[in-house]
Structure formats: structure tokens, C-alpha cells
């Protein structure tokens, strides 16, 4: 079993719509949770993180995390074009080392 | 305040060649990062260093090598290309361990290497 699944898509929304991203994990040693976004020929850069289960919000991002599943999400509403990306999950233990998902791309037509 | 830098950004290089990929940051951060990054596989962890002269292995690290003699720098080195290490790499920083917010990285633009 890999430590961390995410689906790679492509995904595909119209302009507008609520986007739902999601990665599983295997390894309960996980304390902190993030979420890196990519755009096409661009280094990652931090989208969100949180280090408890329940739900962090900033602006129209969404980050959920539920332990007990080993199931994390990212949720965006209103997707615009701008917010065409790869998006990757992100994992780490505290030490120094991040596990990252292989990401799943989206696409948002206007 | 430049960030994370790669160098080059681009390179073709014939199996059995030697190149050397050069990261910089001006952030004065301890811990740096060499990945790759394959369709399909993510982010791979090759080498990484948690101070001046320290070096470790991360998850792919056969065929490199890396060099940490400058807190600011951090190179990973091919000694003999495959056509396995066509990839697009990346550098990596972040602030010492403590603070969820201090395992934020901060990535460099990307070196694009084809080895044929």
C-alpha cells in the first residue's frame, strides 16, 4: 500500500463550481496536513496546512482533515481559470522530511 | 529577496555524461531539498541537508550526489547520466524544524534535464 494515494485526474470544471480534491494516507504518524499548488513549469508553493482534524478556511480554500479515516481534502468554491493547477497533498511526521501525493491536476474553463 | 534559484533551467546531456545542478536561497535557511519530479510519481526525495556541511539520503538517491559546503547552497551532482534521470528536478528550502509553519518549502523554478 503507498503511504499517500491522490488521484491524478485531470479534472475538469466549469467556471464557478466547487472543486473537491482529496488524498488517503496510511501512516498515523502524519501530524501535519498540507496542501501545495503547481502551475505548469513552476516550483510548488504552500496553498494551506493545518496540524488538527476539522476544517481551515481561508478566502475560498477549504482544507479537511479527518484522522480517524486518514482522509484529507481541499475544497475550492468559485473556481476561477486562474486556479488551474496541479495540486499536491502533503504529509509530514514533524521531523523534516514532507511525503508528498503525486497530485491531481485541474482545469477550470471560463 | 531572490528566493530559491536553480541553475540551469534547462540541459540535454548524452548517457554517460557529468553535470552538476546549482541551488542558492537567500532566505538563511537550515534545511534544503534536491528532488525529482516524474509523471505520475510525484515528488521524489533524493538527497537533503539539515545544515552546512550535512548531507542524507532521501527515498532515489542512486546516481547523485550532493554537496553542502555554503549554508546558502546546495548542489547535486550526476556522475554518470542514464536516460532513467530525464526528470525534472527540484531545490527546496525551508526554516529549521519547531512550528507546523516552518515545514512550509520553498521550491525553485526547476531544472528540465533529458538525458538521451
Known amino acids: 500500500q503507498k503511504e499517500v494515494e491522490q488521484d491524478p485526474g485531470p479534472l475538469s470544471v466549469p467556471e464557478g463550481a466547487i472543486v473537491s480534491l482529496n488524498c488517503t494516507y496510511s501512516?498515523?504518524?502524519?501530524?501535519?496536513f498540507m496542501w501545495y499548488r503547481q502551475y505548469s513549469r513552476k516550483g510548488p508553493e504552500l496553498l494551506m496546512y493545518?496540524?488538527?482534524?476539522g476544517n481551515k478556511e481561508d478566502g475560498r480554500f477549504t482544507a479537511q482533515v479527518d484522522k480517524s479515516s486518514k482522509y484529507i481534502s481541499l475544497f475550492i468554491r468559485d473556481s476561477q481559470p486562474s486556479d488551474s493547477a496541479t495540486y499536491l497533498c502533503?504529509?509530514?511526521?514533524?521531523?523534516?522530511?514532507?511525503?508528498f501525493g503525486a497530485g491531481t491536476r485541474l482545469f477550470v474553463k471560463a | 529577496n531572490a528566493g530559491v534559484t536553480q541553475t540551469p533551467k534547462f540541459r540535454v546531456l548524452k548517457t554517460g555524461q557529468s553535470m552538476t545542478l546549482l541551488c542558492a536561497q537567500d532566505?538563511?535557511?537550515?534545511?534544503m531539498y534536491w528532488y525529482r519530479q516524474d509523471p505520475g510519481m510525484g515528488l521524489r526525495l533524493i538527497h537533503y541537508?539539515?545544515?552546512?556541511?550535512?548531507?542524507a539520503k532521501g527515498e532515489v538517491p542512486d546516481g547523485y550526489n550532493v554537496s553542502r559546503l555554503k549554508k546558502q547552497n546546495f548542489l547535486l551532482g550526476l556522475e554518470s547520466a542514464a536516460p532513467s534521470q530525464t526528470s525534472v528536478y527540484f531545490c527546496?528550502?525551508?526554516?529549521?524544524?519547531?512550528?507546523?509553519?516552518?515545514?512550509?518549502?520553498?521550491f525553485g523554478p526547476g531544472t528540465r534535464l533529458t538525458v538521451t
Open positions: 502533503a504529509f509530514d511526521t514533524g521531523g523534516f522530511k514532507t511525503i
Open positions: 532566505m538563511n535557511h537550515e534545511y
Open positions: 541537508s539539515v545544515g552546512e556541511g550535512t548531507t
Open positions: 501512516n498515523s504518524a502524519f501530524q501535519y
Open positions: 527546496a528550502s525551508s526554516l529549521a524544524s519547531g512550528r507546523a509553519v516552518s515545514y512550509e518549502q520553498y
Open positions: 493545518t496540524y488538527s482534524s
